[in-house]
């Protein structure tokens, strides 16, 4: 059983607003990434939301099936919010997927990809789309102790990928949407420019 993490206790600053409840054709952001880990069999995901923000987006997003985690502290950064994600993965998980709210365009098929990595015995695993490291990252459980010792501010899990990088497989995609994140507001229409 592999269970997924998405973080979505930004603060927004660029973005004047919280990323998970931007609009994305008519549907909040954080609604197509748990549609994304629905479709690709996950269940039950654990979601980091900041405190901030936190009963708007419970009230605009379906989290029924959620387990919620809640960061008091998202000034602090993303690796705050990826170790309280990772305490919530339960023990009986092979490991865990991360995936960022501000990332809705990730394909099915990516996730079901990344899935199929670990499940041949990554301990390590993310899509690449022409030469980039993408998004979701897996993440073995055994991997979680040292992993956590390497959080630090907002890089998340940058630092442990660059010092583990040979042991990280990369599965190639034809998915622009897994390295497409939505940070300022002319990002998203720059996607759909792109798309047309």
């Not at 880990?37 to 936190?54: C, E, K, N, T, Y």
């Not at 630092?159 to 990369?170: G, I, K, N, P």
């Amino acid at each position: 059983m592999i269970e997924a993490i998405v973080l979505a206790a930004g603060l927004g600053t660029r973005m004047g607003q919280a990323k998970p409840l931007l609009l994305v054709d008519g549907e909040p952001a954080l609604a197509r990434v748990l549609r994304r880990i629905r479709d690709a069999g996950l269940a039950h995901p654990v979601v980091v939301l900041g405190a901030p923000s936190a009963q708007r987006i419970d009230e605009a997003v379906d989290l029924t099936d959620a387990t919620i985690v809640l960061n008091e502290s998202p000034e602090a950064g993303m690796s705050g919010s990826l170790r309280l994600g990772l305490a919530a993965v339960s023990g009986e998980a092979a490991g865990a997927l991360v995936f960022h709210a501000d990332m809705p365009f990730v394909a099915t098929e990516t996730v079901q990809a990344v899935v199929r990595a670990a499940d041949c015995g990554a301990d390590i695993a993310a899509p690449r789309f022409r030469g980039h490291r993408g998004f979701p990252v897996f993440f073995r459980q055994a991997r979680f102790p040292e992993l956590r010792e390497s959080l630090v501010g907002d890089t998340g899990g940058r630092a442990y990928l660059e010092t583990h990088r040979d042991e990280l497989v990369c599965v190639d995609v034809d998915d622009p949407g897994c390295v497409h994140d939505i940070d300022r507001p002319g990002d998203l229409k720059a996607w759909k420019e792109e798309r047309t």
